[in-house]
Nanobody, 113 residues
Framework: QVQLVESGGGLVQPGGSLRLSCAAS????????MGWYRQAPGKQRELVATITSGGRTTYVDSVKGRFTISRDNAKNTMYLQMNTLKPEDTAVYYC???????WGQGTQVTVSS
């Protein structure tokens, strides 16, 4: 049974940081590209960052220089380090496996003073 479990979300003040994790099980994690998406209330789901099986990364312009995606294949885990958070980063963040197309359940990130 495939599972992607996100964690690390929460409430943070503007300018703060959070690190999200996505723990995968039931799949050959190391061979797949992975991504983080987010969905804010009333908006479409947006691709935030991707990482290939080899570690190459891409980012949406709005998070470049603030977010860092990474993976640890030995731990079957992907991460999203989010720094200098802004209120517009508030959303539910989902991890995604490219190829088989698996989604996690999402973790809420709220940036507010």
């Amino acid at each position: 049974q495939v599972q992607l479990v996100e964690s690390g979300g929460g409430l943070v003040q503007p300018g703060g940081s959070l690190r999200l994790s996505c723990a995968a099980s039931g799949i050959r994690f190391s061979i797949y590209g992975m991504g983080w998406y987010r969905q804010a209330p009333g908006k479409q789901r947006e691709l935030v960052a991707t990482i290939t099986s080899g570690g190459r990364t891409t980012y949406v312009d709005s998070v470049k220089g603030r977010f860092t995606i990474s993976r640890d294949n030995a731990k079957n885990t992907m991460y999203l380090q989010m720094n200098t958070l802004k209120p517009e980063d508030t959303a539910v963040y989902y991890c995604y496996t490219f190829g088989p197309g698996y989604w996690g359940q999402g973790t809420q990130v709220t940036v507010s003073s």
